[in-house]
């Protein structure tokens, strides 16, 4: 190999430069190779092979040892002789590659060597965040992949299939039969190609066998003299990333020769196995120095890694096979578990200070037999390879090595001796994992070759049978677990003897053990392989070892004091190695046991387990009291039992009490996982609060969808099993002790709880009955079927919330048969969702947040499968009950079957598998029948802590009794002899059905002596006879539930041990009564004289809050009883709950029925109304309080609900001016009334003034959409290939651009910049909520947000702050103008003054002076506020979007940018509309056609995008930015007034007034030629709408209408004469010369100046004079337009080129007088604005077609002044004719703006992008994005492309959108949009098949392009509403 002349000396004297080759040779290497592959063709070949091991041990001589350990850089200088470092390694490779081409070419030799492959295997190798794809419909292996390159060449159409980054890498499995289906093979590996390749001849492959050997050999000498072991210091990794680096090209040398194909690799499998090879090259260390010293590093290295290195002789352990494993783990572990060894310190790792975790102490097991050791300890190495695999490990697993290896898997021989050899190191990749500081990425090379090995079953067979893969797994894993035990503070602190692992150590902190973990699951997958495990017992018992260790790990004490300092995370750990090291080999075995054959493998498990579970207890010193306070919620050995059972019974048919222990061993079973289900209720009652927030996530982790099938499911199960087989009255005493709510249950008003704050206690009674419901009513392991089953999780789920579907996937549990990757998205999980629930489109909600597709349940779902026990079960927080609740509230309200607050309605429950039986008994015994009677005595007495929920589960209770009673009536039980229980005074039976009729008269309790009832008894006990007869009047005794379960503990350990004469009675509650606690008990008896059904009809009466409510429906109506499902009773409150309880009860029983009708006929007394005791006169007030204050609330929200309604009302719909005009003509004079504001901050009204201005709240921002429209209808495609490009050329921004250019080359400076517009990019858009407020206010509401500390979404320094009303987004105070109301109706009075006159006012109206109220010069508030809202607008846009001089800063600058900012909103407001005026003044809801100002235009995209609600709408237009009013005549024009107050500051040189030349004449039109500086720009070339909107500017504020008409008009003519000139240079020579004929004969017609054909020759006749038309004939035929003009397609060009101007003065106008907009056709529209502007006379005929030529109006004669008009141009294009022509020509029908269109599915977009290199830093990016606007491929966040400290998306956001940019984000599917300083994520507009976003690409499904969403993005865009709409903003930094 390469030997490495970058090299030092590792150790020893530095050597001298090696020789080479001979000069001679060097040269030629190619003559030498050819000369030795002759010699070694001959039949005696020896002399060749010496001559060629010579040669090679000359170029690969190991003697130059590397520089990278002894870090000496200037050795390694000089070591490189020449040619630099690494010069000699380059030289070595040459060598080789000659050699092994054999004298030809090495590109040949690879080409000829390709031929011979026969690999129908891809076998492509990938690395970490490789795309690729997996289809679970071809995929037999779970863990199946393909390379994007095999999926798309293969044929997946309606596969399930997803596209995946991968995590840790993998290998393409096309071609392999073994894991996927034939059919999913793509294209390239279908053919078996095998058979039709030729034989490999002998030549072209015989150097590679002799030459690799020696390289490979060369290779590993590399890594044993680069190896140092890793000293305490860390900084050894960085030595072994040297070497690595030092051997990247002999590394990739050899990965290159694996890609040349199956022959190649053949010979490379050779050479790698070959033992003989290896022996040769590596045992004779004798002569030679070098490799003796490498040999030592070897062994030095193996020892290190306390690995031994076995004598020949030693009888090797793994290999041994008479290795019976059963005595191997039986010995070893066996007695390991309980006995605690030393702590061992001749294990270095131990040593590594980690004893401080956790404070405890770790304890090490005795390390087992020597057979184990062997596993542990023992390697030896027979081959390349497996010395290769073993340096691999070493250096941690180089990605180069890793591929390599993995590369070489599909040659068959090398795929099983690969596997063997990772197998035998299996024991060394734990310890090196162990060890290593970067154990992620380790974990994830070492699943990457793992997962290509074990996927196989064939190969993971064989390699259990011949190498003992499953000992060496287990051992490992038992071994690894071993470093982390502690010792278990369960239960006994003291004299414990388990065991458990410490959550805290970084092994389960960081998931060190997952890659053997997920190994193990991976092989148990195979049938085969689990089989095996299944059927030995020994490894039976070692696995039951391993999982006791996570027996009671992270255990929980209760906090009582303190609040706990340190909140331990450790439980996420916990559950984490639970599930993965537990559960996942759980569900693993248990998939094998499906069969009645399987019987054995189950017995087996349950039998170990038992015996696990039974040295659990007698370690942890169990008896039958579990320790107070303490909780655990991982028994993973009670679940494996539990699971192992329900697997017994619902598939193998076993008997269920075959595998069950005795009463005593189900009485401990039952004790932990009850309490847990205990314990969850304590944590939910808030009462392990001290213990922080983490105990809570414990809870809910518990219960989670990932952890529940494998927690709570088989606990619950577990729990259901012994409640069949135990004595029912000992299970429900049980649970109540556990609740620890005992106290409560008794009949007396008052109790003493000593275990429990009275505060818990109603939580705690709640969780005990809602458990015993679950327990009774959950059949999930009961005999259900898996369909049943996946349908009531479903209903479950979906009853919470709607759903989307992926998260439903997620949500319901699946057997995690893990690693599958296979998400249960099988038929059945679609079949049962298209039944349940129905599929909601995703919609977009007001305020622009956009649903994903959702399901939401049937109608039929909610009437007959709501299940709220299983919603219960299933919800991790306990809101989502609620919510379950509340909807099933609003549907039994909206189908119209309950009006009311239902409860939740009892569901009847599927039948039970006759093994579980016994669990109803619990239904049917005197405990809870006693539980029940009192419960309903408390609630019908109203005593304290009960609450609806507890009497709902009492009734559920009672009617899961009614629903499983089976025992007739009859055979009512007559007590059974014995001990008499005290129970039995109060029922006889134990049959619900009769006990429920059976009247109790008297009760005797224990109560404090302060209770009540004390009092009550004195009368009584005045004579003994009284109490006797009570006595014998059925006086049921003092009831404790604690001495009833002492009581058959011990009778049942008595059977056990039969010393059944030794019962002993405890003394009652005793135990649980504090010493000297407060008042003494004492006994009283109460009389009761009820029955549990005269309990529930007092109930019913209690209920309905009336008496006599209840009446027995069947004495009416006699059917009732036949048939009793009646829907009636199906949904509906307590009251039809209790009513539905006694039908029932009266069904199963003529007594019953008959009871019933009796204690109905009583009049029943009314209950005494309660006594109000101070305390509860005390909470009364306070509810009475709060009852008011709500009430006070209600009412000032009523009151703001009103004014902000009538604020919306005015806001929309302005009053009409037309109304006031008749006032003025009553009226003797005008009313002058100001204009008065409110100021939303301090709620004042008042006008604006001078000292103290309002201002209008706006936001300012620059935009870029109106550059970006185009002359085509059709959008944009966004490229996916290389050939389509996107170029801005046609662009309106550019065209724009390049006019200006043009103009400015030609002529003078000052001139240009009137006769354009600028902001097509980068033009300041105003838009306004429109509240107002004073400018001082506003700037103290700054000055407070400044002060706050609080984070907002927006940066107040820059002036940023939200509408203190509204709430929109804004950044700047436009101040309103003082004025009064009234000029709005004097200006618009008609006036006869003639055009003359009104042409010489404008003209006179222009050269004054600002002729404004407010003077300039003096300082006033307002003028301030004027100027810097000025600076503000300049401001929000880029320099370079407003500084087009060529002198800077120079006035004309300013000048044109503020006329600008005008057009552009103009020019949006356009857009807004559609780009046209046809729909009118109202926005296109077209709500109302009276008057509209400015505040309600809106375009019909916005009211799609249900902006409109928001007050007043996002876009209220703001026109010259006015909001012309919130109130009817309110705030006209206030940006209008700031624009022209400006404006006027420049006043144009009079002598150069664009007016001038438009109204008249001048007479000598050559002197305006004679100067040489450079002309002035024509006025044919100016652009029309620029010079009105400086004509208006100029006018003094308030501007009469009479002279608005009049500059229309006037310009109206330029703008004629300019489409005129247009269209002549678009026409060809003959239609020219046509024209100017017919035109010349009209020219002395009477209206000739409205002729256009008169005109038009007219033009062109002057036009002509100059060069203009004349020019070569190539340019002539682009100009040609393929069209024959008629006078129609004339009269429609002009049309078109007249109308945008039209368009923008209309809205003007609108704007500046409030007069409406009309409504027209299309075709129409010209001819509506026209007479609407006046240019149209009055009385216009419209009969004959519309001709726009009659809408001129000429001030001065028209031949005259077009003359001098044309003579301008003329002067022009006689030196410049081209450029004068194509400035004529005015582009001016643009298109609306829109976004790219994209393709239809993602997936296009995605392939071509993700790999596609960035064209500024030529690398791929790790983040593409690509913009929407313009299509340009940038790098996200990429450092690479970063200028001045601006990443590439901001600064592309400021150049392409003025500071606005919308990206897509390549890898992630999502939009994000930049705005400013500011960025969001929008969302994504590509769904997959049930409308749902995949972020990330998480889920790698199929998408497809949302048309409906994409249209929201493009609306949002154009109308610039992104700040208002989407909420999260965050600041970028500059860093996107």
Known sequence: ????????????????????????????????????????????????????????????????????????????????GGGGPGAAEEEALEWCKCLLAGGGGYDEFCAAVRAYDPAALCGLVWTANFVAYRCRTCGISP?????????????????????????????????????????????????????????????????????????????????????????????????????????????????????????????????????????????????????????????????????????????????????????????????????????????????????????????KLSSGTKADQSIMDVLKHKSFLEELLFWTIKYEFPQKMVTFLLNMLPDQEYKVAFTKTFVQHYAFIMKTLKKSHESDTMSNRIVHISVQLF?????????????????????????????CLIKSELQDEENSLHVVVNCGEALLKNNTYWPLVSDFINILSHQSVAKRFLEDHGLLVTWMNFVSFFQGMNLNKRELNEHVEFESQTYYAAFAAELEACAQPMWGLLSHCKIRETQEYTRNVVRYCLEALQDWFDAINFVDEPAPNQVTFHLPLHRYYAMFLSKAVKCQELDLDSVLPDQEMLMKLMIHPLQIQASLAEIHSNMWVRNGLQIKGQAMTYVQSHFCNSMIDPDIYLLQVCASRLDPDYFISSVFERFKVVDLLTMASQHQNTVLDAEHERSMLEGALTFLVILLSLRLHLGMSDDEILRAEMVAQLCMNDRTHSSLLDLIPENPNPKSGIIPGSYSFESVLSAVADFKAPVFEPGGSMQQGMYTPKAEVWDQEFDPVMVILRTVYRRDVQSAMDRYTAFLKQSGKFPGNPWPPYKKRSSLHPSYKGLMRLLHCKTLHIVLFTLLYKILMDHQNLSEHVLCMVLYLIELGLENSTEDESDEETSVGGPERCHD??????????????????????????????????????????????????????FSLVAERRKKFQEIINRSNSEANQVVRPKTSSKWSAPGSAPQLTTAILEIKESILSLLIKLHHKLSGKQNSYYPPWLDDIEILIQPEIPKYSHGDGITAVERILLKAALQSRMNKRIIEEICRKVTPPVPPKKITAAEKK????????????????????????????????????????????????????????????????????????????????????????????????????????????????????????????????????SCLLAVSIGWEGGVYVQTCGHTLHIDCHKSYMESLRNDQVLQGFSVDKGEFTCPLCRQFANSV???????????????????????????????????PGAFPVSISSETNLSKEMESVMKDIKNTTQKKYRDYSKTPGSPDNDFLFMYSVARTNLELELIHRGGNL??????????????????????????????????????????????????????????????????????????????KKLTQLVEDMNSQLGNDEQPEVPILYHDVTSLLLIQILMMPQPLHKEHFTCIVKVLFTLLYTQALAALSVKCSEEDRSAWKHTGALKKNTCDAEKSYEVLLSF???????????????????????????????????????????????????????????????????????????????????????????????????????????????????????????????????????????????????????????????????????????????????????????????VLHSQNCGAGTGIFLLINASVIIIIRGHRFCLWGSVYLDAHGEEDRDLRRGKPLYICKERYKVLEQQWISHTFDHINKRWGPHYNGL
Not at 994 to 1023: C, G, L
Request: charged share 20%.
């Open 455 to 483: 996927s196989n079953e064939e190969l993971a067979r064989q390699v259990t049978e011949e190498c003992q893969l499953l000992d060496i797994m287990v051992t490992v894993l038992l071994y690894m677990m071993e470093s």
């Open 1374 to 1408: 436009l101040p309103c103008y003082p004025g009064s109301n009234v000029e709005n109706n004097l200006w618009q009075r008609p006036s006869n003054k003639s055009m003359q006159d009104l042409i010489k006012e404008v003209e006179e109206l222009q050269g004054r």
């Open 985 to 1038: 005074s109060w029922f006889p039976g134990s049959n619900l059905v009769s006990n429920m009729r059976h009247f109790i008269n008297y009760v005797r309790v224990r109560v404090p002596e302060t209770a009540p009832e004390v009092k009550r008894d004195s009368p009584a006990s005045t004579s003994s006879d009284n109490l006797g007869s009570l006595q014998n009047s059925g006086t049921a005794q003092v």
């Open 1179 to 1310: 909470t009364l007030d306070k509810e009475e309080r709060r009852q008011k204050a709500r009430e006070r609330q209600q009412k000032l929200l009523a009151e703001f609900a009103s004014r902000q309604k009538s604020f919306m009302e005015t806001a929309m719909d302005v009053d009409s001016p037309e109304n006031d005009i008749p006032m003025e003509i009553t009226t003797a004079e005008p009313q002058v009334s100001e204009a008065v504001y409110d100021c939303v901050i301090c709620g004042q009204s008042g006008p604006s003034s001078e000292d103290r201005p309002t201002g209008l709240v706006v936001l300012l921002q620059a935009s870029s959409v109106l550059g970006q429209c185009r002359d085509n209808v059709e959008p944009k495609k966004l490229p996916i290939t290389e050939e389509e490009q996107i170029f801005p050329w046609d662009t309106c921004a550019a065209v724009h651009d390049v006019r200006l250019s043009l103009l400015q080359r030609y002529f003078k400076d000052s």
């Open 1659 to 1849: 033009i062109i006749n002057e036009l002509s004079k100059g060069k203009l038309y004349h020019e070569e004939g190539t340019q002539e035929c682009v100009m040609i337009s393929p069209i024959a003009w008629s006078p129609e397609s004339m009269e429609k060009y002009l049309q078109d080129f007249c109308l945008p101007f039209l368009r923008i003065t209309s809205l003007l106008q609108h704007h500046l007088f409030g007069e409406d907009l009309p409504s027209c056709q299309e075709e129409e529209e010209f001819s509506v604005l026209a007479s609407c502007l006046g240019l149209l006379p009055a009385f216009y005929q419209t009969e004959h077609p519309f001709i726009s030529a009659s809408c001129l109006e000429w001030p001065v004669p028209p031949f005259d002044i077009i003359t001098q008009w044309c003579f301008e141009i003329k002067s022009f294009t006689e030196r410049h004719a081209e450029q004068g022509k194509a400035l004529l020509i005015q582009e001016s029908k643009w298109k609306l703006p829109h976004l790219l269109q994209l393709p239809e599915n993602y997936n296009t977009i995605f392939q071509y992008y993700h790999r596609k290199t960035c064209s500024v830093c030529t690398k791929v990016p790790k983040d593409p994005a690509v913009c929407l606007v313009c299509g340009t491929f940038v790098c996200l966040k990429g450092l690479c492309c970063k200028q001045q400290s601006y990443c590439e998306c």
């Open 143 to 363: 863990c199946m992949s393909l390379c994007a390159e095999c999926f798309h060449q293969g044929d997946h159409t309606g596969h399930d299939f997803n596209m995946f980054r991968s995590q840790a890498g993998g290998a393409c499995d096309c071609g392999d039969s073994n894991v996927m289906r034939e059919s999913g093979f793509c294209k390239r590996h279908q053919i078996k190609s095998s058979s039709n390749i030729p034989c490999v001849p002998k030549d072209l492959l015989m150097m590679s066998e002799f030459v690799l050997p020696r390289f490979i050999f060369c290779l590993i000498q590399y890594l044993r003299d680069g190896y140092n072991e890793p000293a305490a210091d860390v900084s050894s990794e960085k030595d072994l990333n040297k070497v690595l680096q030092l051997l990247e090209p002999q590394i990739s040398f050899l990965e290159d020769l694996t890609k040349m194909g199956g022959a190649m690799r053949s010979v490379l499998t050779q050479v790698l196995t070959n033992q003989q090879n290896y022996k040769d090259l590596t045992s004779g260390p004798g002569e030679n120095a070098c490799a003796k010293k490498s040999h030592e590093k070897y062994l030095i290295a193996l020892k290190s890694s306390g690995l031994t290195y076995p004598e020949d002789k030693l009888v090797y352990g793994i290999q041994e096979p008479s290795a019976g494993t059963s005595t191997l783990a039986v010995q070893g572990f066996a007695g390991a578990t309980g006995t605690l060894g030393q702590v061992d310190s001749s294990d270095e790792e131990d040593q590594d200070g980690s004893q401080g975790l956790g404070k405890r102490k770790r304890v």
């Open 1 to 80: 190999m390469a030997a490495a002349a970058a090299a030092a000396a590792v150790g020893g004297p530095q050597q001298s430069q090696p020789e080479l080759p001979a000069p001679g040779l060097a040269l030629d290497k190619a003559a030498t190779a050819a000369h030795l592959k002759a010699a070694l063709s001959r039949p005696d070949n020896r002399a060749g092979a010496e001559e060629l091991q010579a040669l090679l041990e000359r170029v690969l001589s190991a003697e130059r040892p590397l520089a990278a350990a002894a870090g000496g850089e200037e050795a390694a200088a000089a070591a490189g």
């Open 1478 to 1555: 046809c729909s009118g003044g109202a926005s296109t809801a077209g709500k109302r056609s009276c008057l509209k100002k400015e505040s309600e235009v809106q375009s019909d995209c916005l009211a799609k995008s249900h902006t409109a609600g928001k007050c007043q709408s996002l876009h209220l237009n703001p026109a010259l930015l006015t909001l012309n009013s919130v109130m009817s005549g309110i705030g006209k024009d206030q940006l209008f007034h700031v624009l022209a107050l400006h404006m006027r500051l420049y006043s144009i040189d009079s002598e150069y007034n664009p007016w």
